[in-house]
């Protein structure tokens, strides 16, 4: 498993630098409750945090990620960083439980997105223009609008993606939250999965150029794209095309249930 963790950030040929360091030791409960922020965050600190929100989503561990949001939340730095991985473990939160009843024990997927649109406003109070931050508070307010039919909450999802689009419209994380909230909103609330099919395409590419390049900070958001990728190719009938898409993010992630699950599915017939 620890050797796992390390390919989730690793480039195409090789793994980064940051990726054994992670993989010693980012696995463990222990090691999570046991990160202290009492001095100032160094830009490693947040990568390494990073990657233990990816893992804990990956395998659909929801007690590792409470953990992480109490770690977080002991974070002194308060910078646009400290507001936005707080937004990110909500939303992995929500998105976990938005799979079922009992995914998250005592929140429901529409709590949790609103927690992390919370932290989000006042990261983006302070800082206008992060379009990292606006898009990820798009990904949870489309979150809040499919779990509780909240037209308002879509229409914010719209208006926050749109302003990312204009910031940075090569970002993939911007690309990715862009075709998803296509694919994951009604068409009455602005969703569109045959538009979406276009725009993950996209998105994909902007992941393998951003993987080749110089690591960036947020770098999450490959896997997730190449599933979405799968999915939205199953529902066109292309379940050979779905199939390369999931090996794909499969081999960035390979603890990835959800990847796994929808390839069974695929292998099965």
Not at 53 to 74: F, H, M, N
Not at 132 to 156: F, I, P, Q, Y
Not at 162 to 187: H, K
Not at 199 to 222: D, H, I, N, S
Request: aromatic share 6%.
């Amino acid at each position: 498993m620890p050797g796992n963790l390390a390919r989730t950030h690793g480039r195409r040929r090789g793994l980064r630098p940051h990726a054994c360091a992670l993989s010693a030791a980012a696995l463990a409960a222990a090691a999570l409750a046991s990160v202290s922020f009492s001095a100032p965050r160094a830009e490693v600190s947040w990568r390494d945090l990073e990657g233990r929100i990816q893992y804990s989503y990956y395998t659909g561990d929801a007690p590792a990620l409470r953990s992480l949001a109490e770690t977080v939340a002991l974070d002194e730095s308060r910078d646009r960083l400290h507001g936005y991985y707080a937004g990110l473990v909500a939303w992995r939160l929500a998105q976990l439980a938005a799979q079922g009843p009992g995914a998250v024990r005592g929140a429901s997927a529409a709590h949790l997105a609103r927690r992390c649109v919370g932290e989000l406003d006042a990261t983006l109070a302070a800082a206008t223009d992060f379009a990292e931050g606006l898009a990820l508070r798009a990904a949870c307010l489309a979150t809040e609008a499919d779990s509780a039919h909240a037209g308002h909450a879509a229409r914010g999802a719209r208006r926050d993606i749109g302003r990312a689009l204009r910031l940075a419209a090569r970002n993939p994380r911007v690309l990715l939250i862009d075709a998803m909230s296509d694919y994951q909103l009604a068409p009455e609330r602005g969703g569109d999965k045959e538009r979406a099919l276009a725009k993950l395409r996209q998105a994909v590419a902007a992941f393998e150029l951003e993987r080749a390049g110089t690591e960036q900070l947020p770098g999450w958001g490959a896997a997730e794209a190449y599933l979405l990728l799968a999915r939205d190719l199953l529902d066109h009938g292309e379940a050979l095309g779905a199939r390369d898409a999931l090996e794909h993010a499969l081999l960035i992630a390979p603890d990835y249930a959800q990847a796994r699950r929808l390839m069974a599915q695929i292998l099965s017939g």
